[in-house]
């Protein structure tokens, strides 16, 4: 993993805008199971992943992925690959939404409705096929070739992760179901790793899902959950080394009051005892642009790469290239500026055919980002 040894470099959290056209059509039959020609599909997903790794390298985005346009959602694309899943589970509002059910109705007319199925898990797990994962590898090299990268990511979801979505119905404890699904992942993780990609777990399980997938746990208990779900990740990244893997923390990439998001004092403890070496978190948003003070409090291993998101992705603002180096700053500050890369608050599609970001605005948000660290290094280099 590279290091902003004479600059800032700029990343983001993974995915990205799927404006290929018929490319979330075809997603959405995929994920329902309906007929459709596979060799358009194959042809659609392609196509798409060499739009955006070219779109990223003309931004000028030092760490790119393949925006995750193989992906009908970061959370529960997993059921191509794995047996065990079956049903589709009404979701509970998250608690900050749970009383305005006006402001949900109108905000799903925003966003639009999910579409993809939110399935349970209700058989033992295992490997049904790892071909998708192995096309999304291909298609990633190959676009990275074509727009000259010789570094890129690709997002995985956790253990901890899948089990905040797809919730248990069959093992006997969510101790089981957690330790089932990391030994089954580690097979993913390892193959993206040998790929020659970097590897980026997903883990809003250890943040989000206090207010949303695991809402009816107290806080204690949540926080023990989630030192369980970082042990499971822990040990299926047995075999891949710490500097080639990152990790995401969110609270949630929504618009709403997020008043019940617990606080990053209280979970970093927890996730820093995580494998990886790079960790995104946000940064930025009204909620947690104040938590960078927190940061000059905590133990952060010397190993740690901080890639605090610098840009938001549930605004359509597009912020200041000052306000982005402004970011970057605070946390050089606290770790040294080699140890900081300029990221986002979180993925800008991140459900195929859902959210409020405007694809364009997106791109332009992301451009500011590489402007903000170049304007960040001018300062910091001089």
């Known amino acids: 993993m590279r290091q902003s040894t004479d600059r800032i470099l700029t990343t983001h959290v993974g995915s990205l805008p799927r404006t290929r056209p018929g490319l979330i059509e075809a997603l959405l039959k995929k994920d329902r199971g309906e007929a459709q020609d596979e060799g358009a599909y194959v042809r659609t997903i392609a196509a798409a992943v060499d739009?955006?790794?070219a779109r990223q390298a003309k931004i000028g985005i030092d760490v790119p992925s393949d925006g995750e346009q193989g992906k009908v959602s970061y959370s529960t694309y997993m059921m191509d690959r794995l047996n065990g899943f079956g049903g589709d589970v009404p979701r509970k509002p998250a608690l900050d939404l749970k009383d305005y059910p006006d402001f949900r109705a109108r905000l799903t007319k925003m966003t639009g409705e999910q579409q993809f199925r939110r399935a349970s898990c209700i058989a033992p797990i295992s490997v049904k096929s790892w071909e998708p994962l192995k096309a999304d590898i291909a298609n990633e090299l190959s676009a990275m070739k074509k727009a000259g990268y010789t570094e890129a990511f690709m997002n995985a979801a956790s253990p901890g992760l899948i089990s905040a979505f797809q919730t248990?119905?069959?093992?006997?404890?969510?101790e089981e179901y957690v330790w089932a699904l990391a030994a089954v992942m580690?097979?993913?993780?390892?193959?993206?790793?040998?790929?020659?990609?970097?590897?980026?777990?997903?883990?809003?399980?250890?943040?989000?899902?206090?207010?949303?997938?695991?809402?009816?746990?107290?806080?204690?208990?949540?926080?023990?959950?989630?030192?369980?779900?970082?042990?499971?990740?822990?040990?299926?990244?047995?075999n891949v080394p710490a500097e080639r893997c990152r990790m995401h923390i969110c609270w949630g990439n929504y618009e709403g009051p997020h008043d019940h998001d617990i606080a990053l004092e209280k979970i970093a403890p927890v996730f820093l005892k995580a494998k990886p070496q790079a960790i995104l978190f946000e940064a930025s948003n009204p909620r947690h642009d104040h938590e960078w003070a927190v940061w000059r409090e905590l133990k952060i291993p010397n190993d740690k790469i901080l890639v605090p998101g610098t840009i938001t992705s549930a605004s359509n603002y597009v912020e200041h290239p000052e306000f982005v180096a402004q970011h970057i700053e605070r946390f050089a500050a606290i770790v040294g500026?080699?140890?900081?890369?300029?990221?986002?608050?979180?993925?800008?599609?991140?459900?195929a055919g859902v959210g409020k970001m405007d694809p364009e605005?997106?791109?332009?948000?992301?451009?500011?980002?590489?402007?903000?660290?170049?304007?960040?290094?001018?300062?910091?280099?001089?």
């Open 337 to 351: 500026k080699e140890r900081v890369i300029a990221g986002s608050d979180c993925g800008f599609g991140t459900f």
């Open 168 to 174: 248990n119905k069959y093992y006997k404890t969510h």
């Open 51 to 53: 739009d955006v790794m």
């Open 186 to 238: 580690r097979e993913e993780y390892e193959l993206i790793a040998a790929s020659g990609l970097l590897l980026q777990l997903d883990c809003p399980d250890l943040a989000m899902a206090h207010h949303t997938g695991f809402q009816d746990l107290s806080e204690t208990d949540f926080l023990k959950r989630a030192a369980l779900h970082v042990e499971a990740m822990n040990h299926a990244l047995q």
């Open 361 to 382: 605005i997106s791109y332009k948000k992301l451009a500011s980002l590489v402007e903000g660290a170049a304007l960040a290094s001018q300062r910091l280099w001089s």
